[in-house]
């Protein structure tokens, strides 16, 4: 029999995600002159004819980023489909086509694919996405769901993480944590929540919190808001792993500060409740929860007469030199370093 080969071993958690990142791919060179950048925006683009083609992928694994006792396996199609268009939408693109993959244990009869599926159209339909491939295969360890999206903007269009400046505003969209207060709900109740198809968050205290954990959206309406406003933010990144990660990454792919200041953050009223009935501090539930799937981006000076007043945004804080590090302001005017301790997969 073969045996497999002994590794000295350094542990994936001590790396951290990130980190197992960086070093995978310390030593790509990039040799194809259609290749824009490297590795470290949400998406990787390419230039194709004239156009700049976005291409990003997500893999979704039972056990790791679903657990099937509480997660719908329509809902679960619908927020892989999400989380892919969020990496798309984050680069200033507009997503065009998907490719899914399942591996998939016999576990699962025919209709249950058919439902995960019927979630997967769903969101193409509503997105205005084509499904145009995939790959299926059989699985020993239960459900793995891999996406790749594809999308296209004008050069002039696209948002990397890397354009921030010093002076710029920080603004995010919609609200924060309220996804992962859903899924501390969710973790308690373990049974399966039918998220309210008349969309009437008031009826269940709890309703909001568990749609944004199940049926999160993606903010193409931001992007479509851009164009009509007329304005390109400096850099972009979705809320995906939390607030802190996503603001250290923009600082350090931009090489600026930022300050954070902790009374701006964007919370509803029901995740204020539910952290106070679970005992856990807002602030820290949207600088380390992660699964927004909001838009985090810098916004020069001169464009916030285009947003101010709009309830999709608000700014939360401004970038600073590099030197001056990443901060949150808290509300007793306390200064804290920011660290990068968003949801870390290993
Ligand atoms: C059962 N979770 C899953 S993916 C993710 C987070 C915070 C962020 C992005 O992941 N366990 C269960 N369900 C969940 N929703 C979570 C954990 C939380 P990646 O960086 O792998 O793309």
Known sequence: MLKSKEYTSTSLSQLGEFGLIDHLTQHIKLTQKSTIKGVGDDAAVLEVKDQQMVL????????VHFDLSYMPLKHLGYKAVM????????????????????????????????ELYAGIYLAANTYGV?????????STSGLLLSITAVGHAVAEDI?????????DLLVVTGDLGAAYMGLQILEREKEVFKV??????????????????????????????FKKMEIVP???IDVSDGLSSEIMH?????????????????????????????????????????????????LDQKDYDAIKGNPNFTVIGHMTEEKEGAHLITRANQQIKLEDRGWNSF
Do not use: H, W
Request: hydrophobic share 35%.
């Open 159 to 167: 948002v990397y993480r890397s354009g921030a400046k010093p002076t």
């Open 130 to 138: 084509d499904v145009v491939g995939g790959d299926t295969t059989s």
């Open 196 to 225: 309210n198809p008349q969309n009437q968050p008031d009826l269940d205290p709890y309703a909001y919190l568990i749609e944004r954990q199940l049926k999160p959206e993606a903010r193409k309406d931001v992007i479509e808001l």
């Open 83 to 114: 989380v892919n268009l969020s990496d798309v939408y984050a680069m200033n693109a507009q997503a065009s086509q998907l490719t899914i993959s399942i591996a998939v244990s016999n576990r699962f009869p025919l209709e249950a694919i058919e």
């Open 56 to 63: 990003t992928t997500d893999l979704l694994i039972e056990g």
């Open 250 to 298: 923009l600082c350090k792919a931009s090489k600026v500060g930022a300050k954070l200041y902790e009374e701006k953050i964007p919370l509803d009223p029901a995740m204020i409740n539910v952290c106070e009935e679970f005992k856990l501090d807002s602030t820290t539930i949207t600088l380390s929860g992660g699964e927004d799937y909001e838009l985090l981006f810098t």
């Open 234 to 236: 400096t850099s972009m």
